[in-house]
């Protein structure tokens, strides 16, 4: 009797043990491993992708805006008296300018004549080994300037520091409002051919030509300079 309930509890004993095991094994492994691998790889892989992408795009379409709106409106700058030439002036004039032609020419409105032109110059401009080596550079700088009229001496344009070569073709923009104080009538060109030095500028070249100038006129037919000259003075 006594054997038989030993046996009883020994089987039952087993039994439970066994249960426990099953249940404390199977769910305390695999839902761990799932829920690791989910919070850490996924989220922090997306969450690493959508930072990259919008802190890449965003920087750099702000720098092509940028640069994509940069522009030049050199064309549309006001006319103001160049900067004159250093001076005194070295004369070293050659044969280095071979032409000079009036380009983008404006018919006058009325009479015969242009109201606006720009220039074409061919010319040698190579410089180098020009200046002396007490200046520190020995390779020139040459630039052009445009005078009207030779008694009058005004300088109405002035180029920046052109490209040195032996036979190149430069445009020089004249704008209106620097020759508009002219009457009508036949006007001096010359274009000089210079090497900007620190002390004094030298000249290389200069041509003059000659070309016929009928200012603009206002509605009423009188010349706008004189008319806007004539309110003043009163």
């Known amino acids: 009797m006594h054997f038989r309930n030993a046996a009883v509890v020994a089987v039952a004993l087993l039994v439970a043990l066994s249960g426990c095991s099953s249940l404390g094994g199977i769910p305390a492994g695999e839902p ?8 850490v790889t996924e989220p922090a892989t997306n969450g ?13 379409g702000t720098e092509d805006d940028t640069s994509t709106d940069r522009g ?3 064309a549309d700058a006001a006319w103001y008296p160049p900067e004159e030439p250093n001076r005194p002036l070295e004369d070293k004039r050659e044969d280095r300018i071979e032409s000079v032609t009036f380009v983008d020419k404006v018919p006058a409105e009325s009479g015969d004549g242009y109201s606006n032109f720009n220039l074409e110059v061919v010319a040698n401009t190579s410089m180098e080994n020009v200046d002396p080596p007490e200046h520190g550079d020995v390779e020139g700088e040459p630039y052009f300037f445009v005078k009207i009229n030779e008694d009058e001496q005004k300088i109405i344009e002035r180029t920046d520091e052109v ?12 704008r209106p409002a ?3 104080e002219f009457g009508a009538g036949p006007l001096t060109v010359e274009v000089f051919l210079m090497d900007e030095d620190k002390d004094w500028d030298d000249i290389y070249a200069s041509v003059g030509t000659e070309i016929q100038y009928t200012p603009e006129t206002s509605a009423d037919g009188s010349n706008s300079t004189a008319t806007d000259s004539e309110s003043t003075e009163s």
């Open 163 to 174: 490209r040195m070569t032996e036979n190149g073709t430069f445009t020089i923009d004249v």
């Open 48 to 60: 690493s992708a959508d930072a990259n992408t919008t802190s890449t795009a965003e920087p750099n």
């Open 178 to 180: 620097g020759i508009e």
């Open 32 to 39: 761990a491993n799932e829920t690791d691998t989910k919070s």
């Open 72 to 74: 030049d409106d050199t």
